[in-house]
Nanobody, 121 residues
Framework: QDQLVESGGGLVQAGGSLRLSCATSGRTLRSYAKGWFRQAPGKEREFVAA????????YYADSVKGRFTISKDNAKDTVYLQMNSLKPEDTAVYYC??????????????WGQGTQVTVSS
């Protein structure tokens, strides 16, 4: 119960695409806002994107605007992060998180284990 599991990471060439999935289990987390974060080697974890429970509010880091799209399917209890035009600097471990509010500075109390995304030059 109450867990987030990321999947969809992998190795792609620059300019390629990947779609990450975050599967949610537990009745409580199903209605939480969701966010995506990433952490590259030697860097702090940074905000990537977030979406409200209804899906009506979405937030993106400036570095991914126009390239990444966050979405969700409540029926499947899954949140997605479509990543297009990937760059080597997108290489990181991507984490899914859940909290009461969506946004870059919101508190996310629940975290998944992460999925590795590697973009080759």
């Amino acid at each position: 119960q109450d867990q987030l599991v990321e999947s969809g990471g992998g190795l792609v060439q620059a300019g390629g695409s990947l779609r990450l999935s975050c599967a949610t289990s537990g009745r409580t987390l199903r209605s939480y806002a969701k966010g995506w974060f990433r952490q590259a080697p030697g860097k702090e974890r940074e905000f990537v994107a977030a979406i409200s429970w209804t899906g009506s509010s979405k937030y993106y880091a400036d570095s991914v605007k126009g390239r990444f799209t966050i979405s969700k399917d409540n029926a499947k209890d899954t949140v997605y992060l479509q990543m297009n035009s990937l760059k080597p600097e997108d290489t990181a471990v991507y984490y899914c998180a859940a909290g009461l509010r969506a946004g870059p500075t919101a508190e996310y109390a629940y975290w998944g284990q992460g999925t590795q995304v590697t973009v080759s030059s």
